[in-house]
């Protein structure tokens, strides 16, 4: 385990470097600049400022400045909030969209496993092709389409929740529900073939032989085996849980790092921007990292491998 974590923490860095890269080009191949406004800065003044932020340096100077800083854990000045360093900024917005990525995470399990097992009891039957038909229509509904939808039922119609902010508990209900549910359609899927597969092995027909009642056998055998394909998923939905509160943080005006990234990319703001991608980039990577250490615990074979 430990030469797994090591090996990984050594993959990380060019992937990290390749991110990180390929932001800081993206980002300055867009049009405008972060100074560019609506009424344009006298051409001295404007001079001064990119002079102070080292934007009159060539490309090649401002790729290594930002490397160094980067390799120091610095990455700058917002250019959109003055007085605000980046690092500053993540640590004080990323709570918000990790409140509402567990939640989500929450929400998904629940909904993905539940309806999962519930369709895999029972193949082919009514509860199997109903639960099925909803996660197929919760995968064809992206979360910007979802988000109104919910918005519109429970905010305006029912009254029950705030349309918008983030002034209480209650509402973080709507974003969380927004995007579990998109990811819960997938879980589920994922949990019936993989309990339909399980079901079918010999260890099952041993347990049942034993004595084993079904719901013992398939609770408590069959949906440990069959987790393994549920925890390599969760890696990149945990990452997708938080880099997908772009869009709704921005629907509901969730004050979370996600609107922000947002807001940043109009502005070019590209500190803020590089960033954001690359503390999400490493984030992302922990979470590949942790599926498969907990894939490491479900399965002991693969421990003993390496």
């Known amino acids: 385990m430990a030469r797994l974590i090591f090996r990984r923490l050594l993959e990380a860095i060019p992937i990290l470097w390749i991110v990180a890269t390929l932001a800081f080009l993206l980002a300055r191949a867009a049009p405008g600049g972060p100074f560019d406004r609506e009424s344009p800065l006298p051409p001295e003044v404007k001079a001064a400022v990119e002079a102070h932020y080292g934007l009159d340096k060539p490309l090649i100077e401002q790729y290594g400045a930002f490397l160094k800083n980067l390799a120091t854990a610095n990455l700058g000045p917002s250019y959109k909030y003055p007085g605000w360093s980046v690092q500053e900024l993540i640590a004080d917005k990323f709570p918000v969209s990790l409140e509402l990525g567990l939640w989500a995470l929450v ?20 509860r199997d092709h109903g639960a099925m038909g909803l996660a197929v229509v919760g995968i064809c509904l992206p979360t910007f389409v979802l988000a109104p939808l919910l918005l519109w039922v429970f905010a305006i119609k029912l009254g029950w929740f705030n349309a918008m902010g983030y002034a209480s508990g209650a509402d973080i209900v709507l974003p969380a529900l927004t995007l579990g549910l998109y990811f819960g359609a997938f879980i589920a899927r994922l949990t019936r073939g993989s309990m339909l597969e399980v079901r079918n092995q010999d260890f099952m027909r041993t347990a049942r032989a034993k004595g084993a009642g079904f719901s013992r056998a398939y609770l408590l055998h069959a949906t440990r085996n069959a987790l393994g394909s549920v925890v390599s998923y969760l890696g990149p939905t945990v990452a997708g849980l938080l880099t997908g509160s772009f869009v709704v943080e921005t629907v509901f005006q969730i004050p979370g790092l996600g609107r922000f990234f947002v807001s940043a990319a109009l502005d070019r703001d590209y500190p803020m921007v590089l960033g954001t991608v690359v503390f999400y980039a490493a984030l992302i990577l922990l979470c ?19």
Request: net charge positive; proline share 8%.
């Open 288 to 306: 590949n990292l942790l599926a498969d250490l907990a894939l490491a615990w479900l399965n002991p074979r693969l421990r003993k491998n390496g």
């Open 107 to 126: 929400v998904a399990l629940i909904v993905g496993l539940g309806a999962g097992l519930l369709a895999a009891s029972r193949p082919n039957s009514p």
